[in-house]
């Protein structure tokens, strides 16, 4: 049975790798014996392979393409998204929730704009999976989310970002205005 994997970064031309949320194995690097494997992949496509280990590297084969995202005037959201995803993710951790809510986004995105307001929550998904939750702990749904509600998500979502690190390494930066 082939993985399922979603690119959440290149590194060509300097490396010949990608990064990778795998739904079984979570983040991982991955290169391939064959390049064109690896040039067929850009930032967010989900792609099935195969998986071998050689010489303490991960090298993928049979690659089929099964999605590509379709983010017209979202680009700049998606982008956000799979920086978060690269930074906040470990090497190696796996927790098949994280791929499947990255992999339901794809729906999303393919409306035409996704509203300020599903980009807060989706957020808020994202962080409340990784164990960071907010102090009151209320549960957020796209239809009970009022404008006291949105404004604190919009704050907790800027300090679970801002409490990173490396946050000033993030290229993009989500303007909730």
């Known amino acids: 049975m082939k993985n399922i994997g979603i690119v959440l970064k290149t590194f060509f031309p300097i490396k010949q790798q990608i990064l990778v949320l795998d739904r079984k194995l979570g983040k991982l690097f991955l ?28 090298l993928i084969t049979d690659v089929d393409i099964i999605r590509f995202p379709n983010v017209g005037e979202n680009i700049l959201f ?5 920086e978060l995803y690269n930074f906040f993710i470990p090497i190696g951790f796996t927790y098949c929730q994280l791929f499947d809510s990255l992999y339901s986004m794809y729906d999303l995105l393919e409306q035409e704009n996704i509203t300020k307001k599903e980009q807060k929550l989706f957020l808020y998904q994202f962080f409340s999976l990784l164990g960071m939750c907010p102090i009151n702990e209320k549960e957020f749904g796209l239809n009970s989310i009022d404008l006291q509600d949105e404004k604190f998500l919009e704050k907790w979502i800027n300090t679970c970002i801002n409490s990173h690190p490396n946050v000033s390494f993030l290229k993009t930066k989500i303007p909730f205005n």
């Open 78 to 82: 998606f982008h956000h998204i799979l």
């Open 31 to 58: 290169s391939s014996k064959h390049q064109n494997n690896l040039l067929r992949l850009c930032n967010g496509v989900v792609f099935e392979y195969n998986l071998e280990s050689q010489n303490d590297k991960n």
